[in-house]
C-alpha cells in the first residue's frame, strides 16, 4: 500500500445521455436512464480510484460553503473517501455537464465558480507531505503551493493537466517545470502526438509523460528508460460511458509505477483498468480492486506475451 496526497479540482457532475451529438432542437425530450448526477473532478475521480485500489489517500480540494459532503460517500459504494481535508471555502462547488451519444462524442460545460481565487489552508498540508510516498495535483491556482513542499520533503510529484492550450502554457509552467509525472488528454491539444510529447520532454525534463488519446489508447515517454511508444487502449465490448476514463488510467498508472517503478507494467494495468471503468456510468463508478485487475488480466492475457 502507498500513500498518497491528491489535491485538485472537485465538481458535481451531470452527464446526460443524447441521441446524437450536435443536438437537433426539440422542446422536450423525455428518455428514462439518460441523467445522471453524482460527484466527479480529477481530484475526486482520482482519490476513489486509488482507494479502490489499496492505496491510503489524502483527498484535498474545496467546496461550495454549504456544499453536503455526504454526496462523496452513497451510501451504496463499497469504498469510501475521507472528507478531512475537504474544504467548505468557495461560494460554489464547480460543476460540470456532459452530453454523449452513442457513438462517443462528448461535449462538455464546464463553471468552476469562483474556485480559481480558492486558497487551501497550508498548515492542513506541511505535516502531512513527510509521510507520503506521492503527491498527485491539478494545475489550479489554489494547488501551487502544494509544488515546494513536494519538492522540499523530495516526493515525487505528478501532475494532471486539465485542458492544456498553448497560449495558456505560461500559468501551467510551475507544473511542468516540477513535476515527475505528466499527463496531458488529448481533447485539447492541436498537434502531432508525438512531437508534441517528445517537446514536453525537452522541455521540461519530466521521468515520465503520458498523452491519453481516448479510444486510440496512450502515447508514454520514460526519460530513465528512454523510450516513448503508443499503446492501443483494450478493447472493451460494453461501452457505457467513456467520462473519466483518463482519471481512472492516470490512478492507476501511479498507483503501479509506485509500486514497481516499472512504467510499461503500469501502463498495462492502466489500460485495463480504464476499459472496465467505461462500461460504467458516471467518472466514479467502474474501479476496481487490485485483486479484481489480476484477475481480470489472468483472463484476457493468458499466457501473458511479452510487452
Same mark, same amino acid.
Given at each position: ?89 468557495? %461560494?460554489?462547488? @464547480?460543476?460540470? +455537464?456532459? /452530453? ?12 468552476? &465558480? !469562483? ?87 525537452? %522541455?521540461?525534463? @519530466?521521468?515520465? +509523460?503520458? /498523452? ?12 530513465? &528508460? !528512454? ?58 463508478n467502474g474501479f476496481m480492486t487490485e ?17
Open positions: 500500500m502507498s500513500k498518497f496526497i491528491v489535491a485538485g479540482i472537485t465538481q458535481l457532475e451531470t452527464i446526460v445521455k443524447v441521441k446524437e451529438l450536435p443536438i437537433e432542437f426539440t422542446p422536450y425530450t423525455g428518455e428514462p436512464d439518460t441523467i445522471y448526477i453524482s460527484a466527479g473532478g480529477d481530484a475526486f475521480n482520482e482519490s476513489l480510484a486509488l482507494k479502490w485500489l489499496g492505496d491510503e489517500v489524502e483527498f484535498m480540494t474545496v467546496v461550495g460553503e454549504n456544499q453536503d459532503l455526504s454526496i462523496f460517500n452513497p451510501s451504496d459504494r463499497e469504498v469510501s473517501l475521507p472528507t478531512d481535508y475537504v474544504l467548505p471555502i468557495v %461560494k460554489e462547488t @464547480p460543476k460540470e +455537464v456532459l /452530453l454523449y451519444d452513442a457513438r462517443r462524442k462528448k461535449q462538455h460545460f464546464e463553471d468552476l &465558480k !469562483d474556485i480559481r481565487d480558492a486558497k487551501y489552508d497550508m498548515t492542513i498540508v506541511e505535516p502531512l507531505v513527510p509521510g507520503c510516498d506521492m503527491m498527485v495535483l491539478s494545475n489550479v491556482n489554489f494547488c501551487r503551493p502544494f509544488i515546494p513542499l513536494a519538492k522540499d520533503n523530495d516526493k515525487l510529484l505528478a501532475v494532471k493537466i486539465h485542458s492544456f492550450k498553448r497560449e495558456k502554457e505560461i500559468y501551467n509552467e510551475d507544473f511542468l517545470k516540477n513535476a515527475n509525472i505528466i499527463f496531458f488528454n488529448d481533447n485539447s491539444i492541436d498537434e502531432e502526438p508525438y512531437e508534441f510529447v517528445k517537446g514536453m520532454a525537452a %522541455k521540461y525534463d @519530466p521521468e515520465i +509523460v503520458i /498523452l491519453g488519446q481516448g479510444g486510440q489508447g496512450a502515447i508514454i515517454y520514460d526519460k530513465n &528508460k !528512454d523510450f516513448i511508444v503508443h499503446y492501443n487502449a483494450v478493447k472493451s465490448v460494453h461501452i457505457v460511458n467513456t467520462a473519466g476514463a483518463g482519471n481512472a488510467f492516470f490512478a492507476c498508472f501511479l498507483h503501479y509505477y509506485q509500486k514497481t517503478g516499472d512504467s510499461k507494467a503500469a501502463i498495462h494495468k492502466a489500460l485495463l483498468f480504464a476499459a472496465n471503468k467505461i462500461g460504467y456510468m458516471g467518472t466514479s485483486d479484481q485487475l489480476e484477475q481480470w488480466e489472468h483472463l484476457v492475457w493468458n499466457p501473458r506475451g511479452q510487452m
